[in-house]
């Protein structure tokens, strides 16, 4: 697939799959680590210390440190974590914005996960897939289908449109907590990631 050039305040569904379909997401611990790299990468300012809390040398005491305030490269209109892939809808904010961020998320992520894991190599099948968003029709429907996939757990019919419950369906979606659509749904989860303006 040939990447899209990223223009200014472009919307692009950004996506990969893992080396082998392994999983890339073993345990909470790993899904709550990449749901942090979605907000502390989404910043200009180089990722340094992933560390956030020092012993304060006057009184012993855990003190956060103080950072100032970030320049966001992306805006994250949704997401959605899956075993072996993920899915982001980004607006890039500044200029490279949607390359630097997914260049952080992938290495960020990849060392944390060998370190974990206790493995060498790539995780992920070579760079990041992206395809432009153009056209409104598929702004509304990207959303729907992003959120759809965790339902490939619950109800793998839902691709050939066949649902027979919906209310099992959404009760289901806005109980996965590795996607934007419960913060859509109304149900507070990572709203601190997410920009809303696109579909307030």
Known sequence: MIRPQFVAEG??????RSVERRNIFVDDKDRF???HDLFEFNDSAPATNMNYRSRDASNG?????????????????CFCMMRDH??????QRVDSGITEFMRKIGTGYTNYFNQKHQRIGPLFQGNFKAVHVVQEAHLQ????????NPLDFFMPEWRNRRI???RKVQKFLETY???SYPDYAGKR????ILSFDVYA
């Open 177 to 179: 907590r590795w996607s």
């Open 164 to 166: 027979h419950d919906a």
């Open 141 to 148: 429907y990207l959303p729907h289908y992003i959120h759809c």
């Open 61 to 77: 005491n855990a003190a956060l440190f103080m950072k100032k305030p970030r320049e966001k490269l992306v805006d994250i209109l």
């Open 86 to 91: 993920y899915h982001l809808l980004l607006q």
């Open 189 to 192: 989860n990572f709203p601190s």
């Open 33 to 35: 680590r990449f749901v």
């Open 11 to 16: 919307i692009y569904h950004v996506y990969n």
